[in-house]
């Protein structure tokens, strides 16, 4: 399966407090996108970070992406009880049309108030 | 961004019928369309890649006979689900990617099998 890992699987915290995640990946790739996705609800793009950067901010987000070890990492600063939610990274490979996005287990955060 | 509008979002059916799932990008061409498939507390699958005016790709172990995917315009793909089953039951989600653009998603379609 081409499809990547994220770890971890569930991660409960409380409200103020950093959540990472992390994600890693098996081929190379164009970009790297994370996204967020309420209880059956539709995908929220949150951050695409291309193959050539290695760091990128947006708001509360940071993500960092390592293309020597395939593996990069969401970090919500601050996190409120409204970022409860599954997070997932998406890979667009290198040899793929553009737009065909692989995605990774994801992420079930939880944010106590 | 741009916007991609999935229809129904949410679909309740007999098992044994056929449903259609339509997804349109309403302000780009769309050459590309994705359809993943969702089940509960699991990621998304890849189930098929449909170019405008050619057959659709479909990825291992889908079985194309059962997901009927027609891509006849720039901006619009369906998913028919044929003779649906329970185990069909699941979320439905497509993306649609032009020239050089990223994939923006639609907003999924929930169906459910009885």
């Known amino acids: 399966s081409q499809q990547g890992e994220e770890d971890p699987q569930a991660l409960s915290i409380q409200e103020g407090e950093n959540a990472t995640m992390n994600c890693s990946y098996k081929?190379?790739?164009?970009?790297l996108q994370w996204y967020r996705q309420n209880s059956g609800r539709g995908l929220v793009h949150l951050i695409l970070?291309?193959?050539?950067?290695r760091e990128k901010h947006s708001g509360r987000l940071r993500v960092t992406l390592d293309t020597s070890k395939k593996s990069s990492s969401l970090l919500i600063t601050a996190s409120r009880a409204a970022d409860t939610a599954s997070y997932f990274c998406?890979?667009?490979?290198?040899?793929?049309?553009?737009?065909?996005?692989?995605f990774g287990q994801g992420t079930e955060l939880s944010v106590k108030p | 961004g741009a916007v991609v509008s999935q229809h129904p979002s949410w679909v309740i059916c007999k098992s044994g019928t056929s449903v259609k799932i339509e997804c349109r990008s309403l302000?780009?061409?769309?050459?590309?369309m994705f359809w993943y498939r969702q089940f509960p507390k699991q990621s998304l699958m890849l189930m098929a890649t449909?170019?405008?005016?050619?057959?659709?790709?479909?990825e291992q172990g889908v079985e194309k006979d059962k997901f009927l995917i027609n891509h006849a315009s720039l901006t619009l793909s369906t998913l028919t689900v044929t003779s649906a089953h329970p185990e069909d039951s699941s979320f439905y989600i497509c993306?649609?990617?032009?020239?050089?653009?990223?994939?923006?998603f639609g907003q999924g379609t929930r169906l459910t099998v009885v």
């Open positions: 993306s649609a990617s032009g020239v050089d653009t990223e994939a923006f």
């Open positions: 081929t190379s790739i164009n970009n």
């Open positions: 970070i291309r193959s050539n950067e």
């Open positions: 998406a890979t667009d490979a290198w040899y793929n049309q553009g737009g065909k996005l692989i």
């Open positions: 302000d780009f061409q769309a050459t590309t």
């Open positions: 449909s170019n405008e005016g050619s057959k659709a790709t479909y």
